[in-house]
């Protein structure tokens, strides 16, 4: 174990592609029209909801370039991995098409692991500044960036597996301790 904290979030990023995986593929099973059935949460469909996943994920991925450039580590592997306008709403979809959406996310949590097992020991401790989205200046450790941007991935992700029970499908075991 190289330091504890960032084994951390590399594990992290191994969960979150693996689970992903799984999560799609319960997906798979459904046709397009129950994926976009509206159930009541809180993006209404599974389809919206992992639409916002993606896109949020990739607001947040935008601004650990950001704080990487501004501590002269640029990382290419996410800026290739971000496909979307700069200013894209979080309730917008940007995916219609179920096989583009899969694809986007598979590379994504690809280019997620690789930047995390490529990383400096000491990035999480880096100050993050930044803007949310209703253009609040922030600043904070970039460790504090980063549990968020996991645990957002695990809130949202319960919901889908939630609304997919709804619907008979079993994704299976998905605690974070089944991994190890």
């Known amino acids: 174990m190289e330091t504890p904290f960032s084994d951390n979030y590399r594990f992290l990023a191994r969960y979150n592609h693996w689970f992903n995986l799984r999560l799609y593929a319960a997906c798979d099973g459904l046709g397009d029209a129950a994926r976009q059935q509206d159930n009541g949460a809180f993006f209404g469909s599974i389809h919206r909801t992992l639409n916002h996943l993606l896109v ?9 370039v950001d704080c990487g450039t501004a501590h002269g580590a640029p ?27 899969r694809a986007h996310r598979e590379a994504l949590d690809s280019a997620i692991e690789t930047w995390l097992a490529d990383a400096p020991p000491d990035m999480a401790g880096w ?20 549990t968020h941007f996991f645990n957002h991935q695990t809130h949202h992700r319960g919901q889908v597996t939630t609304l997919l029970s709804q619907q008979g499908v079993d994704v299976g075991n998905t605690d974070l301790i089944s991994l190890v």
């Open 56 to 64: 949020a994920d990739q607001v947040w991925l935008r601004r650990f």
């Open 75 to 101: 990382w290419p592997v996410l800026t290739d991995a971000i496909r979307m306008p700069p200013q894209h709403p979080l309730n917008q979809p940007l995916h219609a098409d179920w096989t583009a959406l």
């Open 127 to 146: 100050t993050m500044r930044y803007s949310n989205t209703a253009g609040t200046q922030r600043q904070h450790p970039l460790w504090q960036a980063l």
